[in-house]
C-alpha cells in the first residue's frame, strides 16, 4: 500500500518544497490575507520555511512520504514524531524550565502526525494505518488551556489571571507559558483517563478504548472557539508569538 498513489502527487510535494525557497516577505502577506490571519513573525516564518525545504530535499527526497516510508509497516506514531522533531528544527519545540529542566512540548509535529492519522483512519484499504496514536499528547498551544480553564480542569493564580485580562504578553519560554502548556497536556492526560473509565463503567469498553488525547484536543480546541464565538469564554487566551504554536 502507498500514501501517495501517483507520482504527480510526488512532483507537486517536490514542487511545494522548492517554492518555499523562493519566497519573501510579501508571499507570507499574502497567505495569510487568503487565511484570513495576520502573520507575525514573518522573517522567521520564512526562515523555518526555506530551513524545512532544505531539510526535506536533503533527507526525504523534497517528501513527507519518504520520512514515512522510513517507519513501514507499523507506522509508529511517536516514531515519526521523533524523526520531524530529529530533522527539522522548526518543529523541535522545547524549553528549559527553570524548576524542572528540559520540557518537550512539541506541538506541531504532534498536530501533523495526528492529522495525517485523522485523514487517513477512515480508508484502511487505501492507505497504511498510523498505529499508537494514544502515545501522543494534546497540542499545547494558546487556545485549549483557555477552555480548560473556563471547564474548572486547571486553575490560574490571581497574577497570572491579572496578567491575561490585562492582554500582557508571555514570553515564548518563560516559566509562565511553560506552566500553561505543561499543565494542559497533564489535564488532558487526566481527562482521557477518567473519560475511559466512565465508559468502562458504562460497559462500553470498546469505544473507551478509542478514547485519546488526540480526540478530545480536537474537541476540546472546536468547544472553545464555539464559546468564543459566543461570548462565553470566562478568561483570555495567553498571547504569545511565537514559531511553536
Not at 486547571?154 to 496578567?163: A, D, E, F, K, R
Request: with cysteine.
Amino acid at each position: 500500500m502507498q500514501i501517495l498513489r501517483t507520482s504527480s502527487e510526488h512532483r507537486h510535494l517536490r514542487k511545494n518544497a522548492y517554492h518555499y525557497l523562493r519566497q519573501d516577505v510579501s508571499y507570507f502577506e499574502k497567505l495569510a490575507e487568503f487565511c484570513k490571519r495576520r502573520v507575525c513573525l514573518n522573517r522567521a516564518l520564512i526562515f523555518c520555511s526555506r530551513l524545512i525545504a532544505i531539510r526535506s530535499k536533503q533527507n526525504y527526497q523534497s517528501s513527507f512520504y519518504h520520512l514515512l516510508q522510513q517507519h513501514g509497516p507499523t507506522f509508529d506514531a511517536l516514531d515519526i514524531v521523533q524523526s520531524v522533531v530529529n530533522t527539522f528544527p522548526a518543529f523541535r519545540d522545547e524549553a528549559i524550565h527553570p524548576k524542572v529542566g528540559k520540557v518537550h512540548l512539541w506541538k506541531r509535529p504532534q498536530i501533523l502526525v495526528a492529522e495525517l492519522w485523522a485523514a487517513i483512519s477512515s480508508c484502511p484499504d487505501r492507505y497504511p494505518q498510523i498505529t499508537n496514536i494514544s502515545a501522543l499528547t494534546m497540542f499545547a498551544d494558546y487556545r485549549v488551556p483557555q477552555i480548560l480553564h473556563d471547564l474548572g480542569l486547571i486553575t490560574y493564580s490571581p497574577y497570572l489571571q491579572g496578567v491575561l485580562a490585562r492582554k500582557e504578553y508571555l514570553e515564548s519560554g518563560s516559566e509562565l507559558e511553560i506552566n500553561i502548556r505543561a499543565a494542559s497536556i497533564v489535564a488532558v492526560d487526566q481527562l482521557v483517563k477518567v473519560v475511559q473509565s466512565y465508559l468502562i463503567q458504562q460497559g462500553r469498553k470498546r469505544e473507551a478504548s478509542r478514547i485519546n488525547a488526540v480526540l478530545l484536543d480536537f474537541w476540546l480546541w472546536n468547544k472553545a472557539k464555539e464559546m468564543e464565538k459566543e461570548g462565553k469564554t470566562k478568561v483570555e487566551c495567553h498571547r504569545t508569538r511565537s514559531i511553536w504554536y
